[in-house]
C-alpha cells in the first residue's frame, strides 16, 4: 500500500505542516499508531485535505482495517479525482475484499486520465486475474512491467496468471523475477516452491522454501509445502543428527507428543 510522501508547501499553515510532516516520518519508520495521531492532528486543521486523508487510509489497511482504509481513499478520490496513487490504492483494496465490479471501475475511470501509470495497469491486471479473465490479465501486466519492471506484485500476479493458462515455464521465470526484485515476498516464494514441486523438480523446490522461511518463519503454505520436499534420506539425517527414531517404532500405535524443537523441520527456518 503505498503512501503519498509529498512533503507539505510552505503555503499550508504551519501546525497543519508541521503534524503531516511528523506523520509521514513515524509512517516510513512503522511506527503507526503515532503516525495515526498526527494524521488526525493535521486533519483537525484541515479536515478535508486529501494527502491526508489518502495516507489515513493507507494507514488503516496496513494495521489490518480494509474496509475503513477503503472509506477513506473514496474519500480521498471524492475531494481529488485526479489522485492516480489513490485510485491504485483503492482498486487494490476492493479487489482484496472482493469487490471486484467496483474495483475495476474505479480503476477504468483512472486509467482514462492516467494512460501510462504502471500502477494501474498492474491493479487492473490483478482485478482482471481474480475475475478469471486470463488473457487480458496478462496484457494489462505486461504493460505494466513494460514500464515498471521493478513491481513484484505484477511479476506475480503474471506469474499465477500464466500458471492458469497452462504455461508453467513462463510462470516460473515470472515468478522468479518477482524473487529478483523483492526476496522477501513469501507468497511468490511458496509458489514457485509449489509449481517446482508439481514439475518434480523437488530440489529447487526445497531450496527456494528454505529460503522462504528465512525471511517468514511462521509462514504455513511455506512450511506445508517444504514438509513434501523431505525426503528419505533428509529424514534419517535428522535423526541422527537430533536424537530421534527414524523410521519410527511401528510397534506402538500410539503417536506420542513431538518434543520442542525435535522433527525433520526443526531448525529449517534459520538455517542459513
Known sequence: MKRDDAVPTDTQPAPFEQALR???????????????QDYRAALSFQPLHPQAIHN?????????????????LQQALR???????????????????GR?????????????????????????????????RLAEAESALLRSLFRDPDRPDAWFSLGIALLHQDRPEEALEALREALNVRPDFPEASTHLGLLLLRLDR?????????????????????????????????????ADRDGWEWPPD????????AAPGIGPLAGLAHDQ
Do not use: C, K
Not at 511528523?22 to 495515526?36: N, P
Not at 481529488?80 to 475484499?97: K, S
Not at 523437488?202 to 509462514?219: C, G, I, M, N, S
Open 202 to 238: 523437488r530440489e529447487e523446490a526445497h531450496a527456494v522454501l528454505r529460503a522462504a522461511l528465512r525471511f517468514a518463519p511462521d509462514f504455513p503454505e511455506s512450511l506445508f509445502h517444504l514438509a513434501w520436499t523431505i525426503t528419505e534420506e533428509d529424514l534419517r539425517q535428522s
Open 100 to 132: 471486484l465490479a467496483e474495483a475495476e471501475a474505479v480503476i477504468t475511470r483512472a486509467l482514462a486520465t492516467h494512460p501510462d501509470h504502471p500502477g494501474m495497469a498492474a491493479a487492473l491486471g490483478m482485478i482482471l486475474l481474480n475475475e478469471g
Open 250 to 257: 511401528r510397534g506402538d500405535e500410539r503417536v506420542p507428543d
Open 56 to 72: 489515513l487510509g493507507a494507514l488503516a489497511i496496513q494495521a489490518g482495517n480494509p474496509e475503513a482504509g477503503a472509506a477513506l
Open 79 to 97: 475531494l481529488q479525482p485526479e489522485y492516480p496513487d489513490a485510485a491504485v490504492n483503492l482498486a487494490v483494496v476492493l479487489n482484496n475484499l
Open 22 to 36: 511528523s506523520a509521514i516520518q513515524h509512517h516510513q519508520a512503522g511506527r503507526l499508531a503515532a503516525a495515526e
